[in-house]
């Protein structure tokens, strides 16, 4: 099953077959450390820039890709079209490797995207598609469009559909929070301890391994805004509006605690934002308690 817009296509064609060759390519890149940071100052592996380099000399070259932006990039790559004026040219937003610290653990990770039909920064609610392909026992791709989430197993650059109509189930299970507990803040920790005697942990500290989970099981990802830091840690463009995105397109709902992750304003394109993903009435809880 293909997505219906043939740029959208293109687009997710090229992650679905690049992932085989990323996963090839974490092989022996265990513990290369760059020296620089990412924009919002998080260690870079080795294996981020080479897997954001792949990826956006790949992206960048389609056909229709106006901009592509990743977090490993502080600025917006013009690839010579205008979201924002022009039909059919998207801005491609891309983390390339969610959860690369996990690489050194040998844990899940991931690689996000969304399709934006506009210049970025952007809102969450003008993306036309976004997905994640999970680097799990099996690497998988998930591809959300205004029509369906659909779910596949990719081998060999092939993708082979698992699950044509990807839908939260309705009763949740289980439940995974980031940021340290002395660092939540009063109101979060009262709703996490409710929400622990209900559910079972899954936290395994790549947030598409984790949402991936909420998608099969039911339940609840979130990374709140901490005392410390109360923006959160996750970005908004690369990892907060896609999720968002993926999850409410299969029947769940998004949050940055206070409304939709899709309505959010961007002010720049590494902004970061609390995301909370899952069961629409856990995400009420959530909002009641914050309030
Ligand atoms: P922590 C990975 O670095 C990431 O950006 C997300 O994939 C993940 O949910 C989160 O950070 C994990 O953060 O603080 O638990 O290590």
Redesign the pocket.
């Known amino acids: 099953m293909t997505v219906s817009d043939p740029v959208v296509e293109s687009v997710v064609a090229t992650i679905g077959r690049s992932a085989t060759e990323i996963r090839q390519g974490l092989i022996g890149r265990r513990g290369a450390v760059e020296e620089s940071e990412n924009p919002t100052g998080?260690t870079q592996l080795e294996a981020d820039v080479w897997a954001d380099d792949l990826l956006g000399d790949r992206l960048a070259s389609l056909e229709g890709v106006g901009q592509y932006a990743s977090e490993e990039r502080a600025e917006v790559v013009d690839c010579g079209g205008d979201p924002e004026a022009d039909d059919g040219v998207y801005a491609v937003a891309v983390?390339p490797l969610?959860?690369?610290?996990?690489l050194e653990s040998n844990n899940a990770m991931?690689t996000i995207f969304g399709v934006y039909d506009a210049a970025l920064p952007a809102r969450g609610e003008r993306l036309v598609a976004a997905g994640y392909v999970l680097y799990g026992p099996i690497t998988t791709l998930v591809i959300a469009t205004e029509e369906t989430v659909a779910e596949y197993e990719l081998t060999g650059g092939e993708r082979r559909l698992v699950e044509r109509d990807l839908e939260l189930p309705e009763d949740p299970v289980v439940y995974g929070f980031?940021?340290r507990v002395p660092d939540w803040p009063a109101d979060f920790e009262s709703y996490a301890r409710e929400i622990e005697r209900e559910l079972k942990l899954r936290?395994g500290?790549?947030?598409?391994g984790?949402v991936n989970q909420v998608l099969t099981y039911g339940g609840i990802f979130g990374?709140p805004g901490l005392e410390s830091r109360p923006e959160g840690?996750?970005r908004l463009q690369f990892?907060g509006n896609p999720i968002g995105y993926v999850v409410e397109r299969a029947g769940g709902r998004s949050s940055n605690g206070d409304r939709s992750l899709l309505t959010v304003d961007p002010t720049e394109i590494h902004q970061r934002t609390p995301v909370h993903v899952g069961n629409g009435d856990l995400i009420e809880r959530l909002e009641d308690a914050l309030a």
């Open positions: 998080d983390d969610d959860g690369s610290s996990n991931g980031g940021g936290y500290g790549a947030m598409i984790d990374y840690k996750l990892e």
